[in-house]
């Protein structure tokens, strides 16, 4: 097989897999409750109360705000907090992943049969 089409294939099929992640709505009745499920080096999306949207890896908590590489948002200001989830922890996501897998090898064979 190709050396360089083995290499555009690999590359393509990292970039499907590492999309496997998502935002969840932290679900809370307050700010201060969300924050509570927030750890240190989570990424975070936090839309404030005047819609601004905010993405940042948390570095801390202090005096009420949180506060990530170049951003820090009050507790107070904030209208919903999502935290980023890998999505290899939910088995039908996991499941997908190795559907996904098993088709994209199966592709590369029937490639190198026809002699692309």
Do not use: W
């Amino acid at each position: 097989m190709n050396p360089l089409r083995v290499s555009v294939c690999a590359t393509l099929f990292l970039g499907l897999i590492s999309g496997c992640t998502s935002f969840e709505i932290i679900d809370s009745q307050s700010p201060e409750l969300a924050v509570l499920e927030l750890d240190i080096g989570d990424t975070v999306k936090v839309v404030t109360t005047d819609g601004k949207n905010v993405r940042f890896t948390l570095e801390a908590i202090e005096d009420d705000v949180l506060m990530g590489d170049n951003a820090r948002v009050p507790i107070g200001d904030i209208h919903t907090v999502s935290v980023e989830r890998v999505a290899s922890n939910n088995v039908d996501e996991a499941i997908e992943a190795v559907s996904m897998l098993v088709g994209f090898t199966l592709g590369l064979y029937m490639l190198e049969a026809a002699g692309l």
